[in-house]
Nanobody, 126 residues
Framework: VQLQACGGGLVQAGGSLRLSCAASGRTFSSYAMGWFRQAPGKEREFVAAISRTGGSTIYGASVRGRFTISRDNAKNTAYLQMNSLKPEDTAVYYC????????????????????WGQGTLVTVSS
């Protein structure tokens, strides 16, 4: 599967952005989906993940309550709604697909994913 992330940009602190991750192929609904981010000089950080049907979600501590992950299997697209953005949210955001589905032990780890998008830059100004 090929993943294409988009929706990044420059936003002021307190603002919102919605990222999209479009997947190619007919098997999108068979993948759990996740979002990660990487700021300059920092390690890749887990942001959020969603199960195949969308019935289960999990968030990283730093974004919980501000970000919402969702998916539309009919459109082969996953989303990340980001509200109340902070300067520390500045990073390249990556979407990823896990063929093993939503397994709690690994879904928040980058090693749990098989396919990655190219990343989209989010910059939050203070």
């Amino acid at each position: 599967v090929q993943l294409q992330a988009c929706g990044g940009g420059l936003v002021q602190a307190g603002g919102s952005l919605r990222l999209s991750c479009a997947a190619s192929g007919r098997t999108f609904s068979s993948y759990a989906m996740g979002w990660f981010r990487q700021a300059p000089g920092k390690e890749r950080e887990f942001v959020a993940a969603i199960s195949r049907t969308g019935g289960s979600t999990i968030y990283g501590a730093s974004v919980r309550g501000r970000f919402t992950i969702s998916r539309d299997n009919a459109k082969n697209t996953a989303y990340l709604q980001m509200n109340s953005l902070k300067p520390e949210d500045t990073a390249v955001y990556y979407c990823a697909a896990a063929t093993t589905g939503y397994i709690a032990a690994v879904i928040s780890k980058s090693t749990g994913y098989d396919y990655w998008g190219q990343g989209t830059l989010v910059t939050v100004s203070s």
